[in-house]
């Protein structure tokens, strides 16, 4: 369906944001009906500021106090069942604990989003960032963006409740960003004076089916061995739709407002020899690295996923496929696999049946927020530059910056 | 019960929800059943009793006047509805009478 949306006319204003502000005024600018949350570092600030706007009486919303993120979820699923635009933020723990609730949301096929600051997991307790909680939740059916500036992560919750409630979709989105490294630092947003043009881009979906006295239904059925196969396959073919209309509304979005991200980012990748590959905050100070190294002649790119379910395998592959190298620079662990990157496995698969592919090598890197510089980029790179030259890429995931273990 | 032709995934409400209301009659619990109970007319005093107590409903009043081999007279005939009934025996047990037998289903 093609869709030409002339440049709207949107008065910007340029506001000083943390990551976690600009989930707070999306949610806002989108007027969303109901929001239930528990708060949970580095998550907190989110619900704190969707709080203010509600007592200024700037977003009319209802907000449901819980007990639990278990609760948070559940009740978010039973507002977005009721017919309402409904939205939760959580991370870490709290993300765990609504584990078999994402489930249910996207079985119920419901378009609720949720926001996730992604920070590592207990035990030890560590309050700083990884990936380890959002990779947790790759097989529920949840769409997933991951955002790397607070500007995206604004846009990207504007998308993600046009993506939600898209009739041919109807499955709920995360937008996930880094802990701490965005969640709670500030950057110039723009946000929009009035949301009438976000309301345009992102119309609520009422018409569906809902919980309605007038015209009753049953929502969380029990489905038998005979029937519960095919409701999974729908949220298959749903996922493969979420792909074209992520991609859609990524377009529509930069002919609207005049900024577009791509499914994928990619940075001088055409004639780069080695390309590294990471998502979220990390791909900013990846982009530092790159300049830096080009400065001295070498030929490295960088590629960052944005979305990260559905995977989009094609455009990835297009973005690889001349390199020599593709370094995956994973923050998160999958234990006991030989290539312990979920991002690095993904990527891997995607190029399995080709024959002509790049060599892949899998880094796993910033755990518990281990500190990632330029400098780490750079001598990540320089390692790998020795193991082309040597010709032997390991089939085994790197556990860059631990200390005890070296690579040689 | 013969092998019906399914709807396909795509044929098939969105979310396992249930569009018409109501419908759980059409769920044949009937095939779940390893005793069958059968009633035998002329020993039930119509006491209703297995009515009551039946979990699934699954016994019908009947305007079928019977009279039974002692010239006894009953207005109604009790009838049980196979294609709900799940076998669980509660009516052989609550029986005053034991006028419902409790017979193995046999393929």
């Known amino acids: 369906m093609a869709v030409t949306i002339q ?16 989930v707070a005024y999306a949610v806002k600018d989108l007027d969303v ?48 069942a009721a017919g309402a635009r409904a939205f939760t933020a959580t991370a870490s723990q709290g993300l765990e604990l609504m584990h078999e ?27 700083w960032n990884d990936y380890s909680d959002l990779m947790n939740t790759r097989d529920t059916s949840w769409i997933t963006i991951i955002a790397s ?46 949301n009438e043009p976000i309301l345009k881009y992102a119309p609520k979906n009422y018409n569906r089916i809902k919980l309605d006295p007038e015209r009753p239904v049953t929502m969380g059925t029990l489905a038998s061995p005979e029937w ?29 407002f005049g900024r577009g991200y791509g499914l994928v980012e990619e940075y001088m990748t055409s004639d780069a020899d080695i390309i590294l590959v990471a998502y979220g905050g990390l791909f900013g100070t990846i982009k530092e690295a790159i300049d830096m190294m080009r400065q001295n002649g070498v030929k490295v790119g960088g590629l960052r996923i944005r979305l990260w379910r559905p995977f989009p395998a094609e455009d990835v592959k297009n973005a690889l496929k001349n390199a020599k190298l593709v370094v995956v620079i994973d923050k998160a662990i999958s234990y006991g696999a030989r290539i312990a990157g979920p991002v690095a496995l993904e990527v891997m698969s995607a190029f399995y049946h080709d024959a002509d592919k790049p060599s892949i090598l899998s880094i796993i890197a910033g755990i518990g927020q281990r500190r990632i510089t330029e400098e780490t980029i750079k001598e990540i790179v320089d390692y790998s530059r020795k193991l082309l030259e040597r010709g032997r890429i390991p089939n085994e995931s790197l556990y860059w910056g631990v200390r005890g273990v070296r690579y040689e | ?56 409903s699954v016994f019908e009043i009947v305007d ?8 006894r007279k009953y207005k109604f005939t009790l009838k049980i509805d196979y294609y709900h009934c799940k076998g669980c025996g509660i009516c052989v047990e609550e029986c005053p009478v034991d006028a419902i037998d409790f017979v193995e289903e046999v393929k």
């Open chain 1, 7 to 22: 440049r709207a006319k949107v008065e910007w204003k340029r506001l000083p944001l943390s990551s976690n502000y600009a």
């Open chain 1, 33 to 80: 009906d109901v929001i239930a949350a528990y708060p949970i570092t580095p998550q907190t600030t989110v619900v704190e500021k969707i709080s203010e706007f509600i007592a200024n009486g700037e977003l009319n919303a209802e907000m449901i106090h819980v007990e639990s993120e278990h609760s948070a979820l559940s009740a978010t699923i039973a507002a977005s």
């Open chain 1, 101 to 127: 609730i994402l489930h249910i949301a996207s079985g119920l096929r419901l378009p609720v989003v949720m926001s996730v600051a992604t920070r590592a997991l207990s035990a030890p307790i560590s309050i």
């Open chain 1, 149 to 194: 500036t607070a500007q995206e992560v604004y846009d990207s919750v504007v998308q993600a409740f046009r993506i939600a409630e898209d009739p041919e979709v109807m499955l709920p989105v995360i937008v996930a960003y880094d802990g701490y490294i965005m969640s709670h630092t500030y950057e110039p947003v723009l946000v929009p004076e009035n």
């Open chain 1, 228 to 256: 519960y196969y095919e409701f999974k396959y729908q949220q298959v073919a749903a996922m493969e739709k979420a792909l074209e209309k992520a991609r859609e509304a990524d377009k529509v979005f930069a002919e609207y």
């Open chain 2, 1 to 56: 019960m013969a092998a019906k032709e399914l709807p396909a995934w795509n044929e098939l409400p969105a979310g396992a929800i249930i569009i018409e209301p109501g419908n759980s009659a059409e769920r044949y619990t009937g095939d779940w059943r390893v005793f069958r109970p059968v009633i035998d007319q002329d020993k039930c005093i119509r006491c209703l009793l297995c009515w009551v107590y039946c979990p699934d």
């Open chain 2, 64 to 71: 079928e006047p019977y009279v039974s081999s002692k010239g």
